[in-house]
T-cell receptor, first 117, second 114 residues
Framework: AQKVTQAQTEISVVEKEDVTLDCVYETRDTTYYLFWYKQPPSGELVFLIRRNSFDEQNEISGRYSWNFQKSTSSFNFTITASQVVDSAVYFCALSEAKSGSARQLTFGSGTQLTVLP | EAQVTQNPRYLITVTGKKLTVTCSQNMNHEYMSWYRQDPGLGLRQIYYSMNVEVTDKGDVPEGYKVSRKEKRNFPLILESPSPNQTSLYFC?????????????FGDGTRLSIL
């Protein structure tokens, strides 16, 4: 069975600090997808990134970067020079690609990030 | 605009009074799904549907029903709601087979069962 662990329940940083959100996953499949979603205080889920298991290239998008390491089953998310607007709950999620469940997402429990001014 | 629409956004009701949360998508997606979000547990899948008239249980289906009579709609039915179903609910849709496009989520429905 697949599992996603976000060990950090809450993180507080001061604006402009860098912060890394950890995500560790478990799956028996060789083909799978990893995701990060942001949930701001307004409650909606905002898609940030999707990675497939064959693509271990790290990705950078503005102040956001993601480090995917299959050897440690981790998909960590770093925000550089954090801003107050980054305050949100961040979810890591996994979906396995086997037929019939390609869309079934397993979410971690989320990390509440608070960026203080 | 591509969207997943859930109604109502907020509902307070009482134990045992049947309720339906509607979900509609305008992207012609085959796949639709319901999740509930609870503190410390993240989102957990309730039911999903791979296409019209095809539904399957997710991880926490007890106490819920769904139907998929039309491609665009996937209502979530609580026949006899109980307080432990107080939660934030999300509907999502996506393509099948899987593609590079992520699932689209609705804005959520906050249910309080007294």
């Amino acid at each position: 069975a697949q599992k996603v662990t976000q060990a950090q329940t809450e993180i507080s940083v001061v604006e402009k600090e860098d912060v890394t959100l950890d995500c560790v996953y478990e799956t028996r499949d060789t083909t799978y997808y990893l995701f990060w979603y942001k949930q701001p205080p307004s409650g909606e889920l905002v898609f940030l990134i999707r990675r497939n298991s064959f693509d271990e290239q790290n990705e950078i998008s503005g102040r956001y970067s993601w480090n995917f390491q299959k050897s440690t089953s981790s998909f960590n998310f770093t925000i550089t020079a954090s801003q107050v607007v980054d305050s949100a709950v961040y979810f890591c999620a996994l979906s396995e690609a086997k037929s019939g469940s390609a869309r079934q997402l397993t979410f971690g429990s989320g990390t509440q990030l608070t960026v203080l001014p | 605009e591509a969207q997943v629409t859930q109604n109502p956004r907020y509902l307070i009701t009482v134990t045992g009074k049947k309720l339906t949360v509607t979900c509609s998508q305008n992207m012609n997606h085959e796949y639709m799904s319901w999740y509930r979000q609870d503190p410390g547990l993240g989102l957990r899948q309730i039911y999903y549907s791979m296409n019209v008239e095809v539904t399957d249980k997710g991880d926490v289906p007890e106490g819920y029903k769904v139907s998929r009579k039309e491609k665009r709609n996937f209502p979530l039915i609580l026949e006899s709601p109980s307080p432990n179903q107080t939660s934030l609910y999300f509907c999502a849709s996506g393509t099948v087979p899987d593609s590079n496009q992520p699932q689209h989520f609705g804005d959520g429905t906050r249910l309080s069962i007294l």
